[in-house]
């Protein structure tokens, strides 16, 4: 089987954030702890639905909807960083998820235009 980038580094992503949300819990950061925490793992979710479309478009929907949690994502991840509300360093984060916005973004790009 041939390896997805997406689907490995949404994956992993979402591991790295479940770590970083106990973190946060310990230091009684509940709600935009919670918020990241949905949005993270909500990517790679709808990676996997995508992957199982029943068509291109049902795929376009998914990758859409995984690029839109991926915004999210970014905005808590801003919102941690330049709140001060834990001394967790979120920079790496920020960084990965600009990454998977980017290939989120050219998968959207590209199937758009195979389906016209």
Known sequence: ???????????EFSLSIISSYKLLQNEREYIVSKQLLRSATSIGANIEEAIGGQSKRDFLAKVSISLKEARETRYWLRLLQESELTQIDVSNYQKEILSIINILSSIVKTTKTRIK
């Open 1 to 11: 089987m041939k390896d997805n980038l997406i689907q490995s580094k949404s994956f």
